[in-house]
């Protein structure tokens, strides 16, 4: 059963090739746990009308978290949890000057036999910063108050022969707003069954045949309730070791009882880590998506990000990350929408001490629309210490 037992990125299945956050087992993470404090400036300017909700202010925050990886080859398991609050100094309009975060990743894989193994990815997200959702269709764009986003993958995996397996999962996500009005719009929650066939040409690359079905599901307003078919194929490849991918192409039937749509679909991701000095991540997904729908019938556009970590020196890292969004939102009878969302971020580390690290960091974002209401540009700069324990 050698090909049945391929490097992880044959391992990956859907959404969770591109949505998982920590389920690489390959090196272990003994238990840490780490504490921040930084401060800095962030500025949120609505270009068009400032009561949408600009700021201008200091903040100050402070975080803690754990995280650990066992590579255990029977029950791999990987979690990290962190925590954290920041207070904004001259006050926020809107909302409260405190936010809180949090963030949780539990990932874990069960081999019963060579043939049979069960899997499971946990993640959620409670915070403000609409990035933190945004990559996958998550969450609104704009700055809207604290919110939560979760998701949970569940899946089932058996080789019926040394090239031939199939993999049944079971996936719920789900949006909750704590403002009344955004939450009116946004709070959801769906349903995502999924079926794959998968043949392993060799020791690093299989086919799959993978069919979908997704029911969403808005809390508040039920006319916006759709439901998709998926129809897709595609390819599992390990480069090596340190660097593997996987890629879905194909067709979604989108259909609500406000429209119904065909059209193409796709996802990819790649991952590449080399021990603890690189890690790159890249995704992209095109397709249709529940957020911001409001007055329109559907949302369909393209999310793709990549994020770097590179350790110059025992003392030095850098890190960066770039989001871009595009979106096509349908409006029958009225003003169709197009929006292009850009989040970028960069940040430098100096190891002051083995386990005491300083922080730099710097993000920019901005919104361009039709809608030129809800066109933005943010800043935000910060410096800080992270000790590690």
């Known amino acids: 059963m050698a090909l049945a037992a391929a490097p992880a990125a044959l391992q990956a299945q859907g959404l969770v090739a591109i949505q998982n956050y920590s389920s690489d087992f390959r090196t272990e993470q003994p238990f840490q746990i780490t504490t921040s404090v930084n401060s800095g400036y962030d500025t949120l300017d609505y270009k068009a009308n400032p009561l949408m909700g600009s700021f201008d202010s200091w903040f100050v925050q402070g975080g803690i978290g754990a995280m650990y990886t066992r590579p255990d080859r029977t029950t791999p398991l990987s979690f990290s949890l962190d925590a954290g609050v920041v207070h904004y100094i001259d006050g926020m309009p809107r909302f409260d000057d405190t936010f809180y975060n949090a963030r949780a990743a539990v990932n874990f894989e069960h081999r019963f036999s060579e043939r049979l193994r069960i899997s499971n990815n946990l993640f959620f997200t409670y915070g403000v910063e609409p990035n933190n959702g945004f990559g996958f269709g998550g969450s609104t764009t704009l700055w809207n108050g604290q919110y939560f986003y979760g998701y949970n993958n569940f899946n089932v995996s058996y080789a019926w022969t040394p090239r031939l397996s199939t993999t049944t999962s079971y996936t719920i996500d789900g949006t909750h ?82 429209t119904s749509n065909t059209s193409p679909y796709a996802e990819a991701a790649v991952n590449y880590t080399v021990d603890r000095k690189t890690f790159a991540r890249w995704y992209a997904a095109l397709g249709f998506n529940g957020a911001e729908l409001a007055a329109f019938s559907s949302r369909y556009g ?88």
């Open 177 to 258: 707003y704590e403002d009344a009005i955004v939450g009116a719009a946004e709070d959801r929650y769906a349903h995502l069954f999924a079926q794959q066939f998968a043949y392993a040409l060799n020791k690093q690359t299989s086919l799959t045949a993978e069919y979908r079905y997704r029911m969403t599901i808005f809390d508040k307003t039920p006319s916006k309730n759709f439901n998709s078919h998926f129809a897709l194929v595609g390819v599992d490849h390990a480069w090596s070791q340190q660097m593997s991918g996987s890629v879905r192409a194909g067709a979604e039937f989108y259909e609500s009882d406000l």
């Open 302 to 389: 393209v999310n793709t990000g990549l994020q770097i970590n590179h350790n110059l020196t025992n003392r030095v890292s850098l890190n960066a990350g770039v989001n871009y969004g595009y979106s096509t939102f349908d409006n029958p009878g009225g003003i169709d929408g197009t929006e292009h969302s850009l989040f970028l971020s960069t940040g430098l580390g100096y190891n002051i001490l083995e386990n005491l690290r300083l922080d730099a960091q710097y993000s920019f974002s901005t919104l361009q629309s039709n809608d030129p209401l809800r066109e933005f540009d943010r800043h935000r700069v910060s410096l800080g210490a992270t000790a590690t324990f």
